[in-house]
Nanobody, 124 residues
């Protein structure tokens, strides 16, 4: 059974960077697309980015485009979210999720495997 574990969150100053990791266990990630989502207090979960199973296709939310980069290393069964030029409004719990198939979409209901989340706080 596929399990996902996120790490890499923390407290960072505005303008700083963090790299989140999403490590999969139980099955190989080769056949899964990965989505990154976030949820701030009092707000709905929103899509941040996703990457197809091969890594050849990526999608970004407008709010993070040009600042965040999604990638994956299927040999390590790991996906990453590199976050740069962080803003206070990026503060949220970040989740990775997986769905079998080759294409990705930033629709939470499509994903059937979720990690526990990692807190990202951007504050001076």
């Amino acid at each position: 059974q596929l399990q996902l574990v996120e790490s890499g969150g923390g407290l960072v100053q505005p303008g700083g960077s963090l790299r989140l990791s999403c490590v999969a266990s139980g099955v190989t990630l080769n056949y899964y697309s990965i989505g990154w989502f976030r949820q701030a207090p009092g707000k709905e979960r929103e899509g941040v980015s996703c990457i197809s199973s091969s890594g050849g296709s990526t999608i970004y939310a407008d709010s993070v485009k040009g600042r965040f980069t999604v990638s994956r290393d299927n040999a390590k069964n790991t996906a990453y979210l590199q976050m740069s030029s962080l803003k206070p409004e990026d503060t949220a719990i970040y989740y990775c999720a997986a769905v079998s198939g080759t294409m990705c979409a930033m629709i939470p209901s499509l994903y059937n495997r979720w990690g526990q989340g990692t807190q990202v706080t951007v504050s001076s």
